[in-house]
């Protein structure tokens, strides 16, 4: 049985506790302080306002303890608002939350919510089937470094990608009902 959190200050928390829940041998737990950080196996940063959450991350005094967690090795996955807390620089602007992934994030790159959209894709890395994606005022990847490999790049922009023990996506997958991400940051997990 694996524990996985989600962070749960602010964002799409109940949405990734729900298809958590669906998948075989995965106890969801919401992660709020730093002794729940001891309890897991990996952690979610859901999606929502990336402002909010880097600040709330402040407030709780989870910042240093979560980043050392995961330069420990704990696994992690940011969808949306979490890859912009990972990322290590963001485009036009100075602000950094954790700054442990090796890759410059743009924010709002898709638009306010009127840019916002829904495709679907093979990847064959994560699933057999096409996947549901959900971009909502998403960021992109602008730069990466060499030790982080593409997973996804939609017209001409990268929108998943991974380093060592860290997952990026730029859409929602726990606004689908998709478990195909979450079954590979689970097979993250296991490796």
Known sequence: MKNIGVLAVQGAVQEHMNLLSQLDDVNPLLVKYEDELEKIDGLIIPGGESTAIGRLLRDFNLLKPLRKKIKDGLPVWGTCAGMIILAKELAKDSTVHLGLMDIEVE?????????SFKTEVEIETVSSSKIPLVFIRAPYVTKVGPEVSVILELNNHIVACKQDNMLVTSFHPEL???????????NMIDK
């Not at 924010?107 to 840019?115: D, E």
């Not at 689908?176 to 689970?186: A, G, R």
């Open 107 to 115: 924010r709002n790159a898709y638009g306010r919510q009127l840019g």
């Open 176 to 186: 689908t009902n998709d478990l195909s991400f979450h079954q590979y940051f689970l």
